[in-house]
Nanobody
Framework: QVQLEESGGGLVQPGGSLRLSCVAS????????MAWYRQAPGKERELVAD???????NYGDSAKGRFTISRDNAKNTVYLQMNSLKPEDTAVYLC????????????????WGQGTQVTVSS
């Protein structure tokens, strides 16, 4: 079973940037669709961005224009570059693997990472 490990979270001031990484244990990572979700206290889990095996990307409304998802298949890694961070971006960010698409919408696979905390505060 694929295992995922996120890193790169932390405390950042509003307007700052962070880059999250998610490393997958599986060598066939390159065939997986991948996604980043986030969950803030008391809120539902929210899709932030997804990327297909071919590199096609989609973003949630909160991420458009500020975040960029990318992948490096040689390193079994998916990234989330987050710029212009806002306090409302504070959440645990989770990586998801092996999702699928229906009508261009991403549906999560069963494999999740443990999450990395992002806190945006002055």
């Amino acid at each position: 079973q694929v295992q995922l490990e996120e890193s790169g979270g932390g405390l950042v001031q509003p307007g700052g940037s962070l880059r999250l990484s998610c490393v997958a244990s599986e060598r066939i990572f390159r065939v997986f669709a991948m996604a980043w979700y986030r969950q803030a206290p008391g809120k539902e889990r929210e899709l932030v961005a997804d990327i297909s095996a071919h590199g096609n990307t989609n973003y949630g409304d909160s991420a458009k224009g500020r975040f960029t998802i990318s992948r490096d298949n040689a390193k079994n890694t998916v990234y989330l570059q987050m710029n212009s961070l806002k306090p409302e971006d504070t959440a645990v960010y989770l990586c998801n693997a092996d999702g699928w698409y229906e009508n261009s919408a991403y549906f999560p696979g069963e494999t999740w990472g443990q999450g990395t905390q992002v806190t945006v505060s002055s």
